[in-house]
């Protein structure tokens, strides 16, 4: 899985991306920007709200095996998933049912 790896390219997510949400992931999505190839890339964030060390990489490992079980990332689009409270606990459904819903907002841009 190709990651968004600069802080300059996660900023960019921030300004220029379409903000939808679910209870567990808040993503942000833009298209991919020219010259970077037609694959698409995937960053996972955990803010350290959701707690210590241990519960932040949780989330992000729990969020990303979610991503390629829904076959991310999405060619074209460059996406950004913050993990919300919860995320790091959440079962692998809730995840798939989250990160499916997120797709479906994808499919339709």
Do not use: Y
């Not at 890339?41 to 829904?70: E, F, H, P, S, Y």
């Not at 919300?84 to 339709?108: C, K, M, N, S, Y």
Request: net charge positive; with cysteine.
């Amino acid at each position: 899985m190709e990651t968004v790896r600069s802080s300059r390219e996660i900023d960019r997510l921030f300004k220029e991306g379409t903000r939808t949400s679910h209870p567990l992931v808040l993503a942000l999505i833009a298209p991919t920007p020219p010259g970077r190839g037609p694959c698409g890339r995937v960053a996972v964030i955990a803010g350290k709200k959701l707690g210590g060390a241990v519960a932040r990489n949780r989330a992000k490992r729990v969020i990303r095996a979610a991503v390629q079980r829904a076959s991310g990332p999405w060619p074209g689009w460059d996406v950004a998933l913050i993990a919300r409270d919860g995320a790091g606990a959440a079962t692998p459904q809730r995840l798939d049912d989250a990160v499916r819903a997120i797709t479906a907002r994808i499919e339709h841009r």
